[in-house]
């Protein structure tokens, strides 16, 4: 068994005994961005749950939490929201993968071609990453070119291209790939002057959200200067939404910096929490899209459009950007006030929506394991290094709940400190 | 608007509707595999459903066929199986895309290590695509090697190694693709030969269904051989059983020929319907599949597992490749005397369970398409050059019916031809 399960710091028995019988049967115990509540986890994690309502979520112990997690992201509008479950059920009545589309679709892709600023067409899949590969695929029809500049670091999909983790992955699947870093335009600059004549795309993520480290919003001087860059090289600059779909803002998250791309993933939240992922672009690659040939199974599949459809109009009725950043702030506020009250200089970094939990010269990240996991036994789901992600349904009444736990957490570590 | 409609040999006015709106919000009007509904097809030919129960479906005009598309594949026990769509509802009921894997998981994996002969362990994703690429990346970081023997035309998925229109594709990303000739075993050593030592992969088909051309059994001699072939260079045998799953033979589709692979590559109908993939594999495996890194937000969704769960205990108890077999036989009988009794000589070929419609002497498909066409119009879908999939709901009853529609179908191009 290569699961490295300390003695938990409360009992998880169910958990620990699904976990047994995952290590017979599944490589490691668990597997990709899963792996995370399996391994570098404070002792406390659950890594096996049971079910989910609104902001919270129970294990398989029958512990219930504050849900900060949201399925790392695509519970938008909290679990097992009424409408979009209504839309579900009245879907899967009559059919779900059909030997064809269903009108659907082009709902769907109407709805959001009116939703999004720079959206003049849609195409549909399951993953995220078919999303950014269908984007990287359509840039290169539209423009014979080889190269893709992406920031260091950044993760765009677990594609040969992208994943973070290079076993399996041959050299010349990276051959094509040139990184600059984020926010920094000389260095975007210098990949491009490398380059130039060869690129195909700009991949960017809103806003820098990799794991570990502080999140740091894009300045609209490096947005600019990657939107110029772009239209200077002919390379379509392709906007990794996959993780901020809907909470930043339904428009496009880059609209309050006057900033369009060509082409947007979106997946995650796009049908809180019903598989579905988004390619969305301009007039200008409409032919290339229709010349890459990309596909899937259940890429037509009309349930999954139906939550979608009714995911991004509650969205756009209620300002889902808006009122999970109310949320948000009203999280932050008290968590930093509750951190600095037991002693604690600690800060959620990043959109509110979607913050990263850091405390000061905390580089071993210590200090947020220890806070994670007290808060865990308060009633409170966070995450120790990578963001995590507020919901529409964290109320007032939530918030100040999941604030009075993390307050009993902070103290609970400000003793054993 | 590039979709080119010819006059409907009968009124399709909501399904025309529908596309003239695609044409505006999706690129081409239709994307991926969906596109073969919308061009290169029988006029008749509907491109939008509305429903499915059992084996029939509905268009968006309100025509009702026996359906041997079946999704292409994933409806293997019926449309809206009762006992999978219970399993669906209890599950939903409980949680769906949540912030770790269920315990559904972990049963899922019990159950294919328990039904499918090589597997001892699984690990789950969304798109056929996603088992397929795993199960190289796991071969290569298992190997060490690059390259990946495939027979040519083999479709394994939309991957930038695999896809059959390269729009998009850099040379960089096939470099490491070799092509041999299903069923041939000189062509198979010879491409083994030219790259010893640094083989990971050989992956196969249990059997060849490539488009517009007559289906091939595996000869055993060509399954021993690439066995044989990828023991004797240490690389992976991949059984790429995306579209042949729990059709032919639960166990794996090559059990009746005594040959195992290392790896089998699942998706299509293990959850009749519902997205998922899975890849299963021997313990040899076992350490490179927990070394890679593949995932996605909705691969660890509950609801799905469920399904799969519900899908293969009830193939197994009904023993789905052998009632499905004999539905297809059935079928294959009748459909057959009935072209010879109206003068066409007229084959289903490959497995019955997935029979490919071949007229003889019928190269540009004229034959195939007006014979398709007229079925639609007497209930029956059909497809004039890809494979086409018989599902458990097809009882005699059923198939009767379907041979009647394709009696009256031969009658009429008959009397046209």
Redesign the interface.
Known sequence: M?IVVETPAWALPRDQS?RA??AA????G?????TA?AQNMPPSF???????AGAY?W??DGHRYV?F???????LLG??HERV?AA?AAQ?E??????????R??DL??L??ETVAHA????FA?????AT?AA??????ATGK?KLLKASVAYHG???WF???T????A??R??IVEFAYNDVASLLEAVAEHTGDIAAIIVTPFRHDAFVEQELATAEFARAVREAATREGAALILDE?RTALRLDVRGAWEHLGVRPDLTAF??ALAN???VSALV?VDAL????????????????AV?MAAAIATIQEAVEIDAPAVIGRAGSRFKDGLEAAGRAAGFEVALTGPVQMPMLNFADDRDKKLAFAFTDAALRHGV?LHPWHNMFVSAAHDDAVVDEAIAGVVAAFREIARTA
Not at 126 to 130: L, R
Not at 136 to 141: I, P
Request: with cysteine; proline share 6%.
């Open positions: 290569s699904v019988r995952a049967v599944v490589p490691g668990m597997y990709g961005h899963m509540n659950p890594q096996f749950y049971d079910r989910g979520t294990d398989v849900d997690l949201c399925a790392f992201g695509p519970v679990h097992r479950e579900v899967a009559r059919g779900d993968t059909l030997s064809g589309p269903s009108e679709m082009v892709a109407e959001l071609t003049d067409w849609a195409m399951k993953n995220g990453t078919d590969s990287v695929r359509v840039a290169r029809a080889r677990a594609n040969d994943t973070p983790r076993a399996g992955v041959t010349e699947d051959l094509n996959v997946s995650k929490g019903h598989p672009g409409r032919s290339a899209a229709a010349e890459v040939y990309v596909t899937g199974s259940f890429w037509f599949s999954p789901l």
